[in-house]
């Protein structure tokens, strides 16, 4: 995997880029992939036709900023997403590929993330976010629904509490909602 740094230095040798729009787009980038990464982690294979809404927005963002820097720089640059993190680090799923380089299709460069990036990333992705038996957990919704997702039943609280004694760092949970609302199907994660 390579480094920001070395994909900047890569970008402004071989394409004279200025300086500040590399910046700002492998800024970009390394947020948008951390919170990919956090969203499929680890050995998650995850094609893009399996997006779930959150992540068809983060790639869609990144696909902006990459079509954006292409306008501003005239530099011929693709944006490819990888379905399977790559070998050498799971915490890299968006590679860029210069066409007519050395790091073209055959040899793209790995966008990294900073772990404080990954770490963050973990906070954002999650609509709520709560301590509970001594971690801070995230919770999401897995369905549509209407309701404002802002607290948890007692009842769902003392679930997942007793899965994290049980030894578990992630599951399901369900709430039940008044008659008028749809019910709530959501995922746990021990964050820290």
């Not at 969203?39 to 399996?50: D, E, H, K, M, N």
């Not at 897995?142 to 899965?163: M, P, Q, R, Y």
């Not at 369900?174 to 995922?187: C, H, K, N, P």
Request: no cysteine; aromatic share 8%.
């Amino acid at each position: 995997m390579e480094s920001l740094l070395y994909i900047a230095a890569f970008i402004g040798n071989v394409f004279s880029a200025e300086p500040k729009t590399v910046v700002a787009l492998l800024t970009g980038l390394s947020k948008l992939n951390a919170r990919l990464v956090s969203l499929a982690p680890g050995g998650i294979a995850r094609p893009v036709s399996s997006f779930s809404r959150k992540e068809a927005v983060l790639y869609a963002e990144a696909l902006a900023l990459v079509a954006y820097f292409q306008e501003v720089t005239d530099i011929n640059i693709e944006l490819e997403y990888s379905e399977h993190p790559p070998l050498a680090t799971s915490a890299s799923r968006l590679r860029l590929e210069f066409p007519g380089t050395r790091h073209g299709a055959s040899a793209p460069l790995l966008v990294e993330s900073t772990e404080e990036a990954l770490k963050a990333a973990e906070e954002e992705n999650w609509e709520l976010v709560r301590d509970m038996f001594g971690h801070r957990v995230g919770l999401n919704i897995l369905a549509e629904h209407t309701a404002a997702f802002d607290t948890l039943s007692e009842s769902n609280v003392e679930h997942i509490e007793g899965k994290i004694q049980d030894g578990y760092i992630e599951g399901e949970f369900f709430e039940s909602l008044s008659v008028d609302e749809a019910d709530l199907r959501g995922y746990w994660k021990i964050l820290s």
